[in-house]
């Protein structure tokens, strides 16, 4: 069967946008950060490997062991931004509990999803805002929290982004763990999903990322950023 050129072209998939380059020319920083505007790599080079590891379909897990202040749930966000607009699928954006998770939504979901042209138009007026998720045009990002069993369980998620890792509630009683119970929601996408972790680290005895990362070397590189030393322009991590 001959197919005539425009015919052909509206059966062709559209053409893959990419994180590293979208996420710096349409995504700013949320209001008040130290570093107001567009989440440019002059701002943030830190970012750049996090993005281009999200573009690379081979990669389904990402932990982020960032000290504070360095746009680890900026990134997040940045990055469920993109992919609710990219590559729509059912998402769930965590963090350690409610409060955490509702103070990430109204002062920074929301504010970035104001200041990108792409998705300011899905942003509600604050009295009129959905409770339990935020709502793109193709999918909706649900909110979670470590503390509760019930906001991360009985629904199916391709990207789950997990603010606060270390923090989320240990498992406790005989059910399964709030962790445990989160990363479920991927079963049902094992071919596209992605998981992203991001945390604070601490000392190793009561830190899961860093736990994480020592039992699976060999599963995983190691990135750190190098920057030199003010003083003897040594670059160190």
């Not at 699928?89 to 409610?98: C, L």
């Not at 989160?182 to 991001?198: C, D, I, N, T």
Request: hydrophobic share 35%.
């Amino acid at each position: 069967i001959a197919l005539a050129p425009a015919c052909r072209r509206a059966w062709l998939p559209p053409p893959k946008v990419y994180a590293e380059t979208w996420i710096p020319a349409h995504v700013r920083t949320p209001p008040g950060s130290e570093y107001d505007g567009v989440l440019s790599y002059d701002v943030a080079p830190h970012t750049r490997a996090v993005f281009r590891a999200w573009d690379d379909d081979d990669v389904r897990e990402i932990y982020l062991c960032w000290g504070t202040r360095n746009m680890k749930t900026t990134t997040a966000i940045a990055l469920a931004i993109f992919a609710s607009l990219h590559a729509p699928r059912p998402a769930a954006f965590g963090s350690a509990n409610e409060e955490l998770v509702d103070r990430t939504f109204d002062e920074q979901f929301y504010p970035m999803m104001e200041r990108c042209d792409a998705t300011a138009h899905l942003v509600p007026p604050e009295g009129k805002r959905p409770r339990r998720a935020i709502k793109f045009e193709r999918c909706r990002v649900r909110k979670a929290f470590g503390g509760s069993i019930a906001s991360v369980s009985g629904y199916p998620a391709a990207y789950l982004f997990a603010s606060e890792w270390n923090k989320w509630q240990r498992k406790k009683s005989k059910e399964a763990s709030p962790r445990s119970a989160f990363r479920q929601r991927m079963k049902g996408y094992p071919f596209v999903s992605k998981f992203l972790a991001e945390s604070t680290p601490s000392d190793l005895d009561d830190s899961e990322l860093d736990i994480w990362a020592m039992l699976h070397a060999p599963q995983t590189d190691h990135r750190t950023w190098q920057v030199p030393c003010p003083h003897c322009e040594r670059y160190q991590s």
